[in-house]
């Protein structure tokens, strides 16, 4: 198995500009989990989708932020307009019943 | 509000030493405790858990001890290698759900 796959894995963008981060979970698993890890808060849950369906979404942060999940095996994060304090690096994960998570290798995101 | 807490920002240990890593968490109504080991620019890793209806669980050199009047739980390495320097993140699971809340993490360091 591949493994959840996240692109890019870094993105450098100005402030202002639209930034989609990717991501295809493990096939089979029907948890998709979106996180960003930052100094001060540790791994931040921002959304989590069930059978492509949000189910929380108490994390996002701004209305800039929105996440899709279109099919099994695609989400997107979107930021809209990114802003320097979005520099983070975000994780997907996924997962299924009695499954621990599993999470992609990142993807870091450099606002200017 | 941080429901999970990992107030060790680092910690360093002498090889061979036993290292141990603390949790404390707030919502009483988490039924699922995990522990992830992360590398530099990798995602983090699945290492060790324990349900809320045990107080210990062992996996080779890894063990997870939870108190639940405490609202804590720790992770003993023994004996420490160099090859467990890594950030460690503690994550509980709320009831009812599959929302996974992580701390901090701690950063081990484990001297040669």
């Known amino acids: 198995d591949a493994g959840v796959i996240q692109s890019p894995r870094h993105e450098v963008t100005e402030m202002g500009q639209e930034v989609t981060l990717r991501c295809k979970p493990i096939s089979g698993h029907d948890y998709l989990f979106w996180y960003r890890q930052t100094m001060m808060r540790g791994l931040e849950l921002l959304i989590y989708f069930n059978n492509n369906v949000p189910i929380d979404d108490s994390g996002m942060p701004e209305d800039r932020f929105s996440a899709k999940m279109p099919n099994a095996s695609f989400s997107t994060l979107k930021i809209q307009p990114s802003e320097p304090r979005d520099s983070a690096v975000y994780f997907c994960?996924?997962?299924?019943?009695?499954?621990?998570?599993?999470f992609g290798n990142g993807t870091r995101l450099t606002v200017t | 509000d941080q429901q999970v807490k990992q107030n060790s920002p680092s910690l360093s240990v002498q090889e061979g030493r036993i290292s141990i890593l603390n949790c404390d968490y707030t919502n009483s109504m988490f039924d699922y405790f995990l522990w992830y080991k992360k590398y530099p620019a990798e995602g983090p890793t699945f290492l060790i858990s324990?349900?809320?209806?045990?107080d210990k669980n062992e996996d080779g050199r890894f063990t997870v001890f939870l108190n639940k009047s405490a609202k804590h739980l720790s992770l003993h390495i023994v004996p420490s290698q160099p090859g467990d320097s890594a950030v460690y993140f503690c994550?509980?699971?709320?009831?009812?759900?599959?929302?996974?809340?992580f701390g901090t993490g701690t950063r081990l360091k484990v001297l040669a």
């Open positions: 324990i349900s809320s209806i045990k």
């Open positions: 994550a509980a699971k709320d009831s009812g759900t599959y929302k996974y809340i």
């Open positions: 994960a996924s997962t299924t019943l009695a499954v621990p998570l599993h």
